[in-house]
């Protein structure tokens, strides 16, 4: 780690507020390169997690980073001593702000540090009082470029969504087809993590160990607290080296199905962050960018939605987003989830159920306070129809559905899409939770490891769409399910046919912002198409379709691939066609006709 500490009287420059920097003490942390984390560390109020001054509430610490090309106002929050993590500190005097940075050449910072009462969730930037010694300290640092390369996300820059259908990488440009894990939601509910969850008599049972994943942690990779974190580490390791690039997880199941996790010091206090075990979360998290893994932050569930506040966005909402943005917004491939199946659906809510006025309030609060303006969703329960209008600020849906088969996904995404399209919002829309409750993504000892209607339907029917991903849910009538599931190779099996998704996809690179589904070019009512007309077509052959299948087509020469999405190997040779009579006729697999088959078709 590259490391620069500044004493005052080495910042004779920088620092202006000569008597009030004379006990302060400024540590500017990790690689000085474009898309790293850049950690600034301030000495700041002596004070702890249960002071009687609401450090949470009562102090703000904001930072204003600024280049010639873009300025960042990052949310500061308190660190206790500075390494929680390790020592399981609840008080000291370090604050600290993280920024990861999309611009090379010179940086400056000024912090904005105030107290008063709730002046951290106040909209008034100017509320309470300058805290001395803190507020104005200044300073500047040169960035240089990545020096990553791979799979690891600081090589490929944040990952931008708004207006767009499908996010693309700002340093590459590429796109990014997401798919992994939706399960279990509670991931964060570990033994290893500080906390009072493991024995507050609350589904202790539903703590998890990870056991399973202990052997894939590596020599190198990060721990905490001596070496504890080995198992949860292992099992991000498993996930990327199966090829899946995203996984999920609650941040507050207080009355949810689990209620081991949230940000809290207590299960009961929704004004007093766990400084230690947010540490901890910010080291798998961290871990999981470097191997190329989307975080998907699922806030709150449909039994805990009006818990804070009681749905309404006050201020321990507010603090509860603003901690999530000050501790983790730094990542550079997230989206914020605003509530799993939230809205009026069920007979029976727990919490008041949050209305359209409550639920527009969430993604506004996003937009206005999030720097980097990650991609806000939300999940259904509920449908969006009264999010569609402009006041919105959604930039996408998190969408599940509830048959077996599988079958709802396509033409759910159809749907939603050209809603979306028809307000000219044009959302990104991935596929969580594809499949009902009871079953969806089975262990492969469930279904002989076949997963057909899964690959088919949900995998590459999210895609075949319009879709920009998938994430994948495990039924509870099953071993190994959303709340118990502890092993990810309980579906190795589907996790390769994952991989071969998504590196067909990498591999064949398509204009996919310029694709749309095109299903009338098939002779087959039930093949399903996205197609660049004249350019391009992505042709998923269904199961039991006759393999002899024309696509209607302009004149010129094309190559065809036809590809096995069950191997992942090519079928046959690239073949070469001129349409005759304006169609083509697609390849007929070598064997195991009745069987589902992508095409590629593209003009040469």
């Not at 609650?250 to 540490?279: C, Q, W």
């Not at 302009?554 to 065809?560: A, K, L, Q, W």
């Amino acid at each position: 780690m590259q490391k620069h500490s500044f004493l005052p009287y080495l910042l004779l420059v920088s620092f202006t507020f000569g008597c009030l920097l004379l006990n302060g003490q400024v540590e500017l942390s990790g690689e000085l390169r474009k898309w790293h984390k850049i950690t600034l560390t301030i000495d700041g109020p002596n004070t702890s997690e249960l002071a009687n001054y609401n450090p949470f509430l009562h102090y703000r610490m904001d930072v204003t980073f600024r280049h010639d090309s873009a300025t960042y106002v990052i949310p500061g929050y308190f660190a206790a001593d500075g390494d929680a993590g390790n020592s399981s500190a609840d008080k000291g005097n370090k604050w600290r702000a993280h920024f990861s940075p999309g611009h090379t050449g010179e940086w400056t910072w000024t912090v904005s540090f105030r107290n008063g009462t709730n002046v951290a969730v106040s909209d008034n930037p100017n509320a309470g009082e300058i805290v001395a010694g803190a507020d104005g300290l200044h300073g500047q640092f040169s960035v240089s470029p990545s020096d990553k390369t791979g799979k690891d996300l600081r090589a490929k820059g944040r990952l931008l969504f708004h207006g767009r259908q499908y996010p693309v990488f700002a340093e590459t440009g590429e796109y990014f087809i997401k798919s992994g894990t939706d399960a279990p939601e509670n991931l964060l509910s570990y033994a290893d993590f500080d906390g009072t969850f493991h024995n507050d008599g609350l589904k202790d049972n539903l703590v998890k160990t990870w056991a399973p994943h202990l052997s894939d942690w590596k020599a190198g990779d990060p721990t905490w607290k001596d070496g504890k974190g080995k198992a949860l580490i292992g099992a991000i390791n498993y996930l990327a080296g199966k090829g899946l690039n995203a996984f999920s997880f609650l941040t507050n199941n207080i009355a949810g199905d689990d209620m081991n996790v949230f940000p809290y010091v207590s299960y009961h206090n929704y004004e007093r962050i766990d400084v230690s075990k947010m540490d901890q979360w910010e080291i798998v998290f961290s871990h999981g960018e470097r191997l190329g893994m989307f975080l998907h932050f699922k806030l709150a569930e449909v039994e805990n939605q009006g818990l804070l506040d009681g749905g309404d966005l006050g201020p321990q909402r507010k603090l509860y987003y603003r901690e999530l943005m000050a501790r983790f917004g730094h990542h550079l491939a997230l989206n914020w989830n605003v509530g799993e199946e939230n809205g009026l659906w069920m007979k029976k809510h727990t919490t008041p159920w949050q209305n359209t006025t409550q639920r527009l309030a969430m993604a506004r609060y996003f937009y206005e306070n999030d720097p980097y303006r990650h991609h806000v969703v939300i999940h259904n329960g509920q449908q969006f129809y009264d999010l569609l209008g402009p006041e919105s600020r959604y930039t996408g849906l998190s969408y599940q559905t509830s048959k077996p088969d599988f079958r709802e996904v396509y033409p759910s995404i159809r749907r939603w899409l050209e809603l979306s399209k028809r307000q000219k919002v044009n959302w990104a829309i991935a596929i969580d939770e594809p499949g009902d409750a009871q079953h969806s993504l089975v262990p492969d000892a469930d279904d002989d490891g076949v997963h057909d209607n899964a690959r088919q339907n949900a995998l590459w029917g999210a895609i075949m769409a319009g879709g920009w991903g998938s994430e994948w849910y495990f039924g509870y009538k099953h071993a190994h399910s959303d709340l118990s599931c502890e092993d990810f190779r309980s579906r190795d099996k589907f996790w390769d046919q994952v991989r071969y998704h998504l590196e067909f996809m990498e591999q064949a690179n398509l204009p996919l912002k310029e694709m749309s589904p095109a299903n009338e070019l098939s002779s087959s009512e039930n093949d399903w198409i996205l197609a660049k007309k004249g350019e391009v077509y992505l042709v998923l052959l269904k199961m039991g379709e006759k393999p002899d299948n024309q696509l209607i087509l302009p004149g010129g020469s094309y190559s065809i691939r036809l590809f096995n999405p069950r191997t992942g190997k090519d079928t046959g040779s690239m073949q070469k066609e001129s349409p005759k009579n304006g169609k083509i006729t697609l390849p007929k697999p070598p064997s195991e006709m009745d069987m589902d088959y992508i095409v590629l078709v593209r003009k040469i």
